[in-house]
């Protein structure tokens, strides 16, 4: 890969089939996992706890009128990026840049102007991203601490493809630890904050959606295992208290949930993204099986 402007000329053909990842990595195994949502949730409440990454998602993002659509584009870019050929995941990542150019704003409660695609910004959603669906795989014995390292050293060419230094990007537990460390002092929890934690663990339904079908008790579920996996300075922050349960409790409701998802049939867990993936590169699964 050329720099942070990756083209067709940088890979062969077999390069390209295989993705960014391929079968073999640990990110296909943690983002192909039912309890994958959970994380992608978890994601949101923690990204929405620095103020200005939340500006930017309050000020130029449809999330307030459509939430739903925020969600899917969303979802969509991260499967693409993950399970994609390296073509696909480069156009996604190319939209996703052309638009943060051009969007910006001034946070009220720090003063500062900003612009979405400033590194810091970046580096803090990806590193939010990377923390919570590891620790949910690592919750529900997805992934071995050894490969939970190797996991955020995967991660890596994600930050890199949207703008990041590779340098300054954390590439183990440890590191990506010591990040959360250094930028917790400049966390809060803003009236912005505090929308996107109501949006995300209580979303608008259609009232007939949530008379006539599950969406509304199955959301709850999604949305109580993403808060209670929270980090505990997490939800001190937010005052969730009587939301806080103990690691021990969430982790089994986490594996509950997992077993619960893995019963159903593989096209209804797994987006037309994921399934294509597996289908492409089924051959050179079989082969290092």
Do not use: K
């Amino acid at each position: 890969m050329s720099g942070l402007r990756p083209s067709a000329r940088d890979w062969t053909d077999e390069e390209d089939r295989l993705g960014f990842f391929g079968p073999a990595s640990i990110t296909w195994r943690v983002h192909a996992d039912p309890v994958y949502s959970v994380g992608g949730l978890r994601a949101l409440l923690l990204q929405a706890l620095h103020p200005v990454a939340m500006d930017g998602v309050a000020r130029n993002s449809v999330f307030r009128e459509s939430p739903w659509q925020r969600l899917t584009r969303t979802a969509e870019y991260v499967d693409t990026l993950t399970f994609g050929t390296r073509r696909e995941a480069v156009r996604a990542v190319r939209r996703v840049r052309g638009l943060h150019q051009r969007l910006g704003g001034t946070e009220e409660t720090t003063g500062r102007s900003y612009r979405v695609d400033d590194p810091d910004l970046l580096l803090w959603v990806h590193c939010c991203e990377v923390d919570s669906l590891l620790d949910v795989a690592r919750r529900a014995g997805v992934v071995t601490d050894e490969e939970a390292d190797r996991y955020v050293a995967e991660q890596v060419v994600a930050a890199e493809l949207i703008g990041v230094d590779a340098a300054g990007v954390p590439d183990s537990v440890a590191t990506l630890a010591a990040y959360f460390d250094r930028v917790r002092p400049e966390l809060a929890v803003t009236p912005a904050a505090r929308d996107a934690w109501r949006f995300v663990v209580v979303p608008p339904m259609p009232r007939w959606v949530q008379l006539l079908t599950p969406a509304r008790p199955a959301w709850g579920t999604l949305a109580s295992l993403a808060v209670a996996t929270l980090p505990s300075w997490a939800r001190r922050l937010g005052s969730l208290p009587g939301l806080a349960v103990t690691d021990t409790a969430a982790t089994a409701a986490l594996w509950a949930f997992r077993t619960g998802v893995l019963a159903l049939p593989t096209w209804a867990r797994l987006s037309p993204v994921v399934r294509a993936g597996f289908e492409r590169t089924a051959a050179d699964a079989a082969a290092s099986a």
